[in-house]
């Protein structure tokens, strides 16, 4: 089992930027991929970013340019930076982690194996 617990988020004006971190315990940290998904109210989770322990990350389209995922490995933590923020990015966030076995799409909430507990950003116009 992973246990993610998330910190950050808040309520920022547009074009401002906002920081989550998620702390993992509980299981190798190098086996997992880490990332963030995000709900709005009234749709389906979607992928934002995903930082895997070799190095390489992938973005939302709709995110990319604006956030980075990074990650802290000596740590076992995930960072969500996000800049130029738009009232469109208001949602919950939550933190993700997804067995770098596992098959699937990684973009794809139901191949998401461990979930944080989720944090609102409200990104006012």
């Known amino acids: 089992q992973v246990q993610l617990v998330e910190s950050g988020g808040g309520l920022v004006q547009a074009g401002g930027s906002l920081a989550l971190s998620c702390a993992a315990s509980?299981?190798?940290?190098?086996?997992?991929?880490m990332g963030w998904f995000r709900q709005a109210p009234g749709k389906e989770r979607e992928f934002v970013g995903m930082?895997?322990?070799?190095?390489?990350?992938d973005y939302a389209d709709s995110v990319k340019g604006r956030f980075t995922v990074s990650r802290d490995n000596a740590k076992n933590t995930v960072f969500l930076q996000m800049n130029s923020l738009k009232p469109e990015d208001t949602a919950s966030y939550y933190c993700a982690a997804r067995r770098i076995v596992r098959s699937g799409s990684y973009y794809d909430a139901a191949n998401i194996d461990y979930w944080g507990q989720g944090t609102q950003v409200t990104v006012s116009s």
């Open positions: 509980g299981r190798a940290f190098s086996s997992l991929g």
């Open positions: 930082r895997w322990s070799g190095g390489r990350t």
